[in-house]
């Protein structure tokens, strides 16, 4: 393992609690897709010695670690969240010696390596699930194997253990002919659920951690792990069960019943984290443990990620990235910022005083921010609200995350037929709700997978405005996976590195403040002008040092609030400006007139 030579938070100056600081306490974490990323062979999908041939990038961005999205042995049926094997690469991305290549060139760089755990699930053609399917296996029990609901002919309609529908659509269960049972699969009918109450499944879980840390990974950013713990009775019945005590509940307008209620922050997972964190990361230094918080509140993140628990150091929750869904993430409303500034407020201050907050808006399973809450109509407007929305996000406390492509201004896909769509979520929805359930008509269906379908962020990174961007070789015989956004002739990597005023190297001044200022690390966050539904408006204090941050997140003038107004006393000196994303001179103007420009984000020292 390996640390940035950089400017570290002083012991001194609080952080999460712990009785050192973590070298987490003001780095910043980019994540990349691997087969979006970059295509090192030319069959068209991203590899492992693509992304070795970007980290001098990813060095002079600046950022600390990579979390790695899965590259384990897969089918591919969710993009590799599907696991067949968890000590081997999969051949798509190259093999266990690229991986090790990868690893000592990022630490040659200063960067970490984060790799993602998939241990709620697995692929049905993993080994232990293959063997599970005998009931005289010792593998018998490592996943959730129900009989038939009793009264009903095993495998016909209706005889599902209960009527819980799974996160890809249809039931949450599938009937094997060859055990004669049905298994839950909370996700994908190819994805499985471990068992997480037998015990030998999770130390098959902590010896393969293990693995990979001696092999010189630095940590692991774990998917949807506040789902490993199931409710279940005296008896071990899941809820709904036949001849269980736990009810379920009411079947939903698509059929069937949720089970989140049930599988979110289950009553062992605080047991099963502390017995992770002793078993794999004891007398371990210098990783970083980020979980993926589905049914996580902000009060219960303050209490897992809290150093004196033993849990995880960070979590990412969801709140805030469903403040402008109505009801489900297909009916995407408009942002209400007063709303979206709660969420924050809340993360914020729950962990004032010990454990640790992951900062995000985008990543693999979101929707570009960009698109979703800034104005993309005009380049210029693109460009302010990108570097707005970045500013707003990096000023708040904790480690923030970059999404690749992020840090360019990349923009939603733009898909207008659904062949064009690769994600088994977007396609099983369009199925499910147009077909099945009949809750949207195909025309409103299309326009909400525009908005939130996961490939959104997954088309491929922009490196320059060749045919494919630069991510994989024009003249080569295969095309990207998954096509690319037509706008790369003018976003990407090649032109902005060399613009000063682009998204890019605005991205690389907030990473650097981040690295260099204390008050931004670990200051405190005080909210301002909360019910503003134009302006977001915070302060970042330490000790003698206060930072103000104004952002006007909408494309139309705003007044200075009144708190905000206050702290600026009608005075502005340039020297006191830490950033901005717009002309000091036009600032300096509409600030007189106590105005903010469309989308003009700037922190100042008060």
Not at 192 to 200: A, Y
Request: include cysteine; hydrophobic fraction near 35%.
């Amino acid at each position: 393992m390996t640390t940035r030579q950089r400017h570290h938070v002083p012991d001194a100056i609080h952080t999460n609690g712990a009785p050192m600081n973590p070298w987490w306490a003001n780095a910043v974490v980019y994540q990349i897709y691997p087969r979006s990323f970059q295509d090192g062979n030319g069959d068209g999908y991203g590899d492992l010695q693509g992304i070795i041939s970007r980290l001098d990038y990813l060095a002079e961005l600046g950022i600390d670690a990579v979390w790695l999205s899965p590259v384990y042995r897969s089918p591919q049926d969710d993009n590799g969240y599907d696991i067949s094997d968890y000590r081997d690469i999969d051949p798509l991305f190259g093999t266990l010696e690229d991986m090790d290549r990868l690893i000592e060139r990022a630490h040659e760089l200063g960067i970490k390596i984060v790799m993602d755990l998939v241990v709620n699930h697995t692929s049905d053609e993993h080994a232990w699930f293959q063997a599970s399917r005998d009931k005289n296996s010792p593998y018998a029990d490592w996943y959730w194997w129900r009989p038939a609901r009793e009264g009903f002919e095993p495998g016909t309609p209706g005889a599902e253990p209960n009527r819980w529908g799974g996160s890809f659509g249809g039931s949450a269960w599938k009937y094997d002919t060859e055990r004669g049972e049905y298994y839950l699969h909370t996700f994908s009918k190819k994805q499985p659920d471990l068992n997480w109450e037998n015990p030998k499944v999770r130390h098959a879980v902590y010896d393969m951690m293990n693995w990979w840390l001696d092999r010189g990974i630095d940590g692991f950013r774990m998917d949807v792990i506040t789902l490993i713990s199931k409710r279940i009775d005296d008896e071990g019945h899941l809820p709904g069960e036949s001849h269980g005590a736990i009810q379920d509940l009411p079947v939903g307008e698509e059929g069937y019943s949720s089970p989140w209620p049930f599988s979110m922050d289950g009553p062992r997972l605080d047991e099963f984290l502390k017995e992770m964190r002793h078993e794999v990361f004891e007398g371990r230094t210098g990783y970083l443990t980020v979980g993926e918080g589905q049914g996580i509140s902000s009060k219960r993140n303050e209490s897992i990620t809290d150093p004196a628990n033993r849990e995880l150091d960070m979590i990412f929750l969801f709140d805030h990235v469903g403040v402008d869904q109505d009801g489900s993430k297909w009916g995407m409303t408009k942002l209400e910022l007063p709303r979206l500034k709660r969420a924050m407020i809340e993360q914020q201050e729950a962990v004032h005083s010990k454990g640790w907050a992951s900062l995000y808006f985008n990543n693999h399973d979101q929707p570009r921010a960009l698109s979703r809450w800034g104005d993309t109509s005009t380049p210029q407007l693109r460009v302010k609200s990108a570097k707005a929305l970045g500013l707003l996000l990096h000023m708040h406390r904790g480690t923030p995350y970059v999404y690749q492509g992020e840090e360019i201004g990349m923009t939603n896909a733009g898909f207008t037929k659904l062949d064009q769509y690769q994600d088994l979520e977007s396609i099983n929805a369009f199925h499910q709700r147009v077909d099945e359930a009949k809750l949207q008509d195909a025309d409103s269906m299309m326009a909400s997978l525009g908005q939130a379908s996961r490939d959104n962020a997954r088309t491929p990174m922009q490196w320059d405005s060749s045919t494919f961007a630069g991510f994989t070789s024009p003249e080569g015989s295969a095309k990207p996976w998954l096509s690319v956004n037509p706008n790369a002739s003018e976003i990407n990597v090649d032109a902005e590195k060399t613009d000063p005023d682009s998204v890019f190297n605005f991205y690389r001044r907030l990473i650097e403040l981040r690295h260099g200022d204390d008050a931004i690390a670990a200051g405190d966050f005080s909210p301002l002008d909360i019910d503003d539904d134009q302006v977001y408006a915070f302060t970042r204090s330490l000790e003698d040092r206060t930072l103000l941050c104004i952002i006007n997140v909408s494309s139309h003038s705003a007044v200075i609030p009144s708190q905000s107004a206050r702290l600026l006393r009608g005075d502005f000196a340039a020297e006191r400006l830490v950033i901005a994303n717009s002309d000091v001179d036009e600032l300096r103007q509409t600030m007189h007139e106590g105005q903010l420009a469309p989308w003009s984000a700037f922190v100042y020292q008060i």
